[in-house]
Each structure stands twice: as structure tokens, then as C-alpha cells.
């Protein structure tokens, strides 16, 4: 016969004085007995027989008693959120391309406004208000379930590394300063398909130390004239002056006709240790969050394919500068093997330019002109166009090995990536 909780209850207050007077022997007898009759496992039964009656003075006067009487257990909780704050969420979520819940939490006040007054978004005032005041930890949470869904594991070539930069200055006009934009770090991707023979696409990585802008451009190979010609179209599109320009020791960079350039422009021109790419962290990191996410692992070696890369990058320039915030590590300290990083509040490349009292107003007031006229689920729609594109365009490797294609038209599984939260300058 199955007994109630009362009863239960009523056999656990019997047997609790007896319970703990008896020897070992006797309170595992006990023990069998209580179980039996009861259902408790033993160390449950255990822990109500030792505890029932016994008092502790925990205070002056305050006095503690226990009981055999279960601990009552809360009231579920009525749901905050509902499926229609869940399907906008995921809406924006897959608008913003798939952002961890920090960076998301810190874009939403600024992309949701926008999308409404686009038209993309079509919600009520209360699932706005949710939307605005959602907390991170909550969004990781309600998108887990589409997070699983979408997860994908794809082969990686270029991988951001540790915040560490050191320069060995080759010509130096100004104090290289993370503080003010217009000290650059560059490199050169390579879209060979994962077979380096012949020539091949490749694309000039460009980002701002200072506010993490970062620019792309495609060029046939990497040729100094290419790449220099690619370096002048980008300093041209930066918002801000060209101070400082950081390379690695490629020869593509290395070379008397840059070094020329920059001394006649005043450009400060700084190398990175030879072997050491984490002194060049800002734009590798930016090849992995940006050239290989949105161009992917595939082989371009043709015109048509160098120009559907630039058109591609055009668009990615205003989404990620514009509207994917980034954070910035702080501070580092390391507790022996453990080591504690901070990072500051996401912020878009484009809100740091405007928060920078460097920069000339004509050139924000410019940059707020063109963001109100900016959509980002129109500009979400059209990279997937461009890629769909570009994916066409992708070429057999030589020697008969084909280039790693997309599965499908999913932005990861063109990318060859696994949704995450982007790290470095995150």
C-alpha cells in the first residue's frame, strides 16, 4: 500500500529520536525500514532523520527547529515572454546574421527602430518594449532552440587569434595610437580553394584599430600594383585620415614603392614580427569574421568572379560597419592558468566613429545622412544574393581537386562556418 505524505511524515517524526541514538548497524536497519514503507532513497531518508527535532541556535534568542515537512516548492513562474517576442526575435536575430546574445542585446535599441520604420518589422507596442528591454542572457536563451537547428561544422583556414600587438616600425612618422582612427592593420586572404597553384583572388583586408571600420577589396592577384592599387581605393573610403598602415612582411607590402608612398604622404608604415600573426590581430580577426564568413573557402581565380567579390564586399561594408557591433578587449589579467578577459560595451564601428571627438563633424554629419537612408534586412537580402552569385563563379583547383562549395543557401554553410560569438575584437 502506497502511502500519503502525511503518512510519510508521520513515520519519518517516529522513527527521527530513534534514528539518531542508534548505532551504525541499527540506523542502516532503520534506514531499510523507513524506505520501505515510505519510497525516500536512502540519502533523503537519511538527512530527514538526522535533521527532524534537532535545534540550532543560530542567534541571540533565534532558534532553528527541524522538520520532517517537505520544502514547499515554488509556483511555475508565468512566461515573460511569449512566441510572438520569440518570432521577432529570430527575425532580427537572422536579419543581424546570427549575432551572439551580448552583441545582439547591444543592437537591438538601434536596428529595431529601423527595421519597424522600413516595414520589415510588424509588431505590437508591448513586443517592442520586450524587444528593447530583453536581456542578454535571456536572447541566448530563447534562441537555443534555433541555434540548434542551424548548427553547422565547416573546415576553417584563418582564425582570430589572442590580443596581442607588437610593431617593429619601418618608417615612423607618429606614435602609432589606439586611440585615434586612422592607424590601420592590413592583410591579404587568399581565395585559393585550399590548392595555393597558379594565380588566384585575393582580398585586401583593412581594419581600423581604433573603431574596428574595416574595409575589403578584391584584386586579381597579389601583385604589388594590385595591391597598391586596392590600398589607395580604400584610403579613399575611410571616414577618416590614413595615419598609420601595419603589415605583415609579405612582399605585396614590403617594398620600395610603398615605403615611397608613405613617406611622401606621411603615413606612418610599421611590420609585424616575421612568424607572428597575433601582432597583427585586429584585421586577422577580421578575415574570419568578415572575408570568410560572407566570401567563404571556395576557388576564384576569374575577372568575373574578382568583380562579384568587390560587389559583394560593397554591401558587406555598410552592413557590418553600420549595424554589427563589435566588443574591444579592455583588460586581460592572468591568475595562473586561469586567465579573466573584459571586453567593452558592443558598440558598431559606425556609433565609434560618431562617439570619436577626432573625427570632423562634416564627416559624421555625412555618415548619419547615409545611415538613416540604410536598411539592414534590405542589405541582408542582397549579400545572399551576391554570395548565391559569387558561389556560381567559384572554379575547379587545379590538378583536378575540386574547391569546397556550399551545401546550401545557408550564409553559414557558405561561409564553411560554425555560428559563434565572434571573438577578438569581437
Not at 585559393?192 to 574595409?215: H, I
Not at 558587406?316 to 553600420?322: D, K, L, S, W
Request: some cysteine; glycine content about 8%.
Amino acid at each position: 500500500m502506497r502511502l500519503t505524505m502525511g503518512e510519510k511524515q508521520v513515520v519519518t517524526k517516529a522513527l527521527a529520536q530513534e534514528y539518531r541514538r542508534a548505532s551504525k548497524k541499527g540506523k542502516g536497519e532503520l534506514l531499510t525500514q523507513v524506505t520501505a514503507a515510505t519510497g525516500y532513497n536512502r540519502v533523503y531518508a537519511a538527512r530527514v532523520l538526522r535533521g527532524h527535532g534537532l535545534r540550532v541556535e543560530v542567534g541571540p534568542g533565534v532558534v532553528l527547529e527541524g522538520a520532517a515537512t517537505p520544502r514547499r516548492r515554488r509556483g511555475a513562474r508565468t512566461r515573460t515572454y511569449g512566441p510572438e517576442l520569440v518570432k521577432a526575435l529570430v527575425k532580427v536575430w537572422r536579419v543581424m546574421d546570427y549575432l551572439c546574445g551580448k552583441r545582439l542585446r547591444a543592437a537591438l535599441p538601434e536596428v529595431v527602430p529601423v527595421l519597424v520604420r522600413q516595414g520589415e518589422l510588424r509588431v505590437s507596442r508591448e513586443v517592442r518594449r520586450q524587444l528593447m528591454t530583453v536581456s542578454a542572457a535571456t536572447i541566448d536563451r530563447l534562441l537555443g532552440p534555433e541555434r540548434a537547428k542551424a548548427q553547422v561544422r565547416g573546415r576553417s583556414l584563418t582564425k582570430p587569434g589572442t590580443l596581442l600587438r607588437h610593431q617593429i616600425p619601418v618608417r615612423t612618422f607618429a606614435d602609432w595610437d589606439d586611440v585615434r582612427p586612422g592607424f590601420v592593420e592590413v592583410d591579404l586572404v587568399g581565395h585559393e580553394g585550399g590548392v595555393s597553384r597558379g594565380d588566384f583572388c585575393q582580398t585586401l583586408d583593412v581594419t581600423d584599430v581604433a573603431t574596428s571600420w574595416c574595409e575589403q577589396v578584391a584584386v586579381p592577384t597579389r601583385a604589388q600594383c594590385w595591391v597598391f592599387q586596392a590600398l589607395e581605393e580604400v584610403r579613399g573610403r575611410l571616414p577618416f585620415a590614413l595615419l598609420g598602415l601595419d603589415s605583415d612582411n609579405g612582399g605585396e607590402f614590403i617594398n620600395r614603392h610603398l615605403e615611397r608612398y608613405c613617406v611622401q604622404e606621411g603615413i606612418t608604415f610599421t611590420r609585424i614580427r616575421p612568424g607572428r600573426k597575433n601582432d597583427n590581430c585586429y584585421v586577422e580577426q577580421k578575415n574570419w569574421s568578415v572575408v570568410r564568413r560572407y566570401a567563404g573557402y571556395a576557388r576564384f581565380d576569374t575577372t568575373a568572379a574578382c568583380q562579384a567579390l568587390n560587389d559583394l564586399y560593397r554591401v558587406v561594408r555598410e552592413y557590418v560597419n553600420f549595424f554589427l557591433p563589435s566588443m574591444k578587449l579592455v583588460q586581460k589579467t592572468r591568475d595562473g592558468a586561469r586567465v579573466t578577459r573584459v571586453y567593452d560595451v558592443p558598440q558598431t564601428p559606425y556609433a565609434r566613429v560618431l562617439a570619436s571627438p577626432l573625427v570632423e563633424e562634416s564627416v559624421k554629419a555625412s555618415l548619419r545622412a547615409r545611415y538613416a537612408q540604410l536598411n539592414p534586412a534590405a542589405l541582408h537580402r542582397e549579400m545572399v544574393r551576391q554570395q548565391k552569385r559569387l558561389n556560381g563563379l567559384s572554379s575547379r583547383c587545379p590538378a583536378g581537386q575540386v574547391a569546397p562549395h556550399p551545401a546550401d543557401d545557408h550564409p553559414w554553410r557558405h561561409a564553411g562556418t560554425t555560428p559563434r560569438a565572434q571573438g577578438a575584437s569581437r
